[in-house]
């Protein structure tokens, strides 16, 4: 080593400029994270433990669980999550189920399949305030095509819109509709992943068209399946949008709350409004999706092994 | 079983595949569809196994005609290139599907199952995913869940191009061990010249469509049909040269007279490629039959190859390694019975 002491030098612009080139990269993007991102995650879970606050003043009178107590005990919040875990009880099962479905169909070499995926394609690229009103029409109780098609069944016409013991289907089925597009292209990709030989080697041993659905097609799609089951639960645990344009609000009764709905309900229709129970309701909502996620990902793992 | 295929023609839109082939392959042979890429041997594998349909011709197992049969029905093994093993199942599960389609009880199918596993020698990993094993190892799991339904034949496309150069011999061995164990007839597909050669009872080889020759390996070796065959057999490739024949010899280009004892039943100018192995040149005294110059000599461990040139043509020739030559040395060149050969130029038909 030599032995000259190390002279403690003044950087030069030149080396700052080299030194400091990663914060021209990293900032921009951070500081949009950090405002947009960070900053409202942070100031929810803070708010949620915040007694009494008022938005305007942001006073506060402690810190403390009473926005928690009051959300769990609201009997509008328990309806919110019984309809929430309703909804993604009967439209993860039926919207999957028939994704494969329809995907499998698409998949076949049949003519005008093109036009077919794109016309699955196209709830996707629309809005669904916009189509949603025109699913209004649909379910119209007099004049609406879904009780002119059951009438051929003889179902008598339903009153899906008016009648709050049918509002919640209704919601369902529009939810159902809204999630199959992009269920289904998921899963299409994740089909035209699975490499033809595997058909051919099970036809050569001559197991037929629904045996190989469901022991190889099945199986060989199964990553694809969970993926696309986490993340449609995730999103349906988030309804919230569907509901405006088949009712303005959460049903013709107030019957048809959900927790999303909950926490707009709280802090966007009350007067003053309710920001400590908004973002407790928001926490909570968080948990329950957490839980779910970590609950699918280790059923997962079982089925792997 | 004896496969017997008639006049088979595959026509794809705008080529043909496989072009009037007819063949008789006996019963519980080995045989090898051996071929240059595009030349019809998967497509005519294919055929055999009811995956494609043939435009024109006819395929008979023994005596049955099955043409028009479905592939389950004709009763085939097929092991593919990429083993086409089902990811989700163990080894066990794999070797068992095909007997469970045929809703074999289940006791008697993991016991058979267990049996073939052992005669591939996986059965001691039964409980494996196929991702858990070597690429030789799930080679043999396909054969023994193609061998499992005892199939009336067994088909194997491109069986060992996916294996390393040490794994592929140890295979070829295995192919030729559980074919024999077995007594099932087997066809499989190569590009591999000296694979063909070294497992197989017969050899189909065919270009552009074309059978080209059918014969023992040795044999399609020592007499090829064509110029084609006499080219893609033999490491190093076989030494060509052109020439005309004049006054009962061969006179290659750049004025070499070859004198050859085959050469005197041909035509007088005829135009003639003449093929010569390069064991089969003969580099120095011996009785003569032309004369070269020695350009080159490399020594390759208990081998010495040299090229000489005749006329304007190099070729390549071994030689005794207790003979030494000299760079741009004249030399007689002799040339045996076996390994030369005289082809038409223009059409590849053998002469002599």
């Known amino acids: 080593m030599s032995s000259t002491p190390v002279k403690k030098q003044k950087m030069t612009l030149e080396q700052f400029k080299l030194k400091s080139e990663w914060l021209v990269y990293f900032l921009p993007f951070f500081i949009g994270v950090l405002i947009f991102t960070l900053y409202p995650i942070v100031n929810v879970f803070l708010t949620s433990f915040k007694v009494d606050f008022n938005y305007i003043t942001k006073e506060f009178s402690g810190w403390g669980l009473d926005n928690y107590k009051y959300v769990l005990s609201d009997p509008y919040f328990h309806q919110a999550l019984k309809n929430t875990f309703g909804y993604v009880f009967v439209v993860i099962p039926i919207s999957t189920c028939l994704a494969i479905l329809i995907a499998t169909l698409l998949n076949q070499k049949i003519k005008l399949s093109g036009l077919f995926q794109t016309a699955y394609f196209v709830p996707m690229v629309t809005s669904t305030i916009a189509v949603g009103f025109s699913w209004r029409f649909m379910f119209s109780h007099n004049y609406g095509i879904i009780n002119y098609l059951l009438g051929f069944f003889n179902i008598a016409p339903i009153n899906w819109l008016g009648d709050p013991a049918n509002n919640f289907y209704a919601l369902c089925i529009y939810g159902i509709w809204a999630i199959l597009p992009f269920t289904i292209i998921l899963l299409l990709s994740g089909l035209q992943n699975i490499d033809p030989m595997y058909y051919t080697a099970a036809k050569v041993d001559g197991a037929g068209p629904i045996r190989i659905f469901f022991r190889v097609t099945i199986p060989l799609l199964l990553p694809t399946i969970f993926m696309v089951i986490m993340v449609n639960t995730i999103s349906c645990f988030k309804v919230f949008n569907e509901l405006f344009p088949l009712f303005q609000g959460a049903g013709v009764a107030n019957n048809l709350y959900t927790v999303v709905y909950y926490i707009y309900y709280q802090f966007r229709v009350l007067v003053p409004a309710q920001y400590g129970y908004a973002t407790a309701a928001a926490l909570i909502l968080f948990i329950i999706i957490f839980i779910a996620t970590m609950f699918q990902r280790f059923v997962e793992k079982k089925i792997n092994n | ?352």
């Open chain 2, 1 to 352: 079983m004896k496969v017997t295929i008639k006049n088979l023609t595959k026509r794809f839109s705008d080529m043909t595949a496989v072009n009037d082939f007819s063949a008789v392959i006996e019963s519980g042979e080995l045989i090898a569809l051996l071929g240059p890429s595009g030349c019809g041997k998967s497509t005519m594998l294919n055929m055999i196994s009811g995956i494609l349909a043939p435009t024109e011709g006819k395929i008979f197992f023994d005596d049955e005609d099955v043409t028009d049969l479905s592939p389950e029905k004709r009763g085939v093994g097929l092991v593919f290139q990429n083993y086409a093993l089902y990811p989700h199942m163990t080894v066990l599960e794999n070797i068992c599907f095909p007997l469970e389609i045929k809703k074999v009880p289940k006791e008697e199918r993991i016991a058979r199952a267990k049996e073939m596993a052992k005669l591939v020698h996986v059965d001691t990993m039964l409980d494996r995913k196929p991702g858990q094993m070597s690429g030789g190892q799930q080679q043999r799991v396909a054969i023994a869940r193609a061998l499992v339904k005892q199939p009336r034949i067994l088909l194997l496309d491109e069986p060992l191009s996916n294996l390393d150069a040490r794994l592929r011999i140890e295979m070829r061995e295995e192919i030729r061990r559980i074919q024999q164990e077995t007594g099932v007839t087997t066809i499989f597909v190569t590009h591999d010249q000296e694979e063909a050669m070294s497992i197989s009872d017969h050899i189909v080889l065919m270009k552009d469509g074309f059978l080209q020759q059918y014969a023992k390996p040795q044999e399609l070796y020592d007499e090829p049909a064509n110029c084609f065959v006499a080219d893609f057999l033999g490491n190093p490739p076989i030494n060509k040269a052109n020439g005309v024949i004049k006054n009962g010899k061969i006179v290659l280009e750049g004025d070499c007279e070859v004198e050859l004892e085959a050469a005197k039943n041909i035509a007088e100018g005829r135009e003639v490629t003449l093929s010569m192995r390069a064991e089969a040149i003969i580099v120095g005294e011996a009785e003569k039959a032309c004369v070269g110059t020695v350009e080159e000599v490399y020594v390759m461990g208990k081998e010495v190859l040299a090229y000489v040139s005749l006329g304007t043509t190099k070729v390549r020739a071994y030689i005794d390694a207790e003979k030494t030559f000299d760079k741009g040395q004249t030399v007689n060149i002799g040339l045996k019975k076996r390994g030369v050969f005289v082809f038409d130029k223009e059409t590849g038909e053998r002469l002599a």
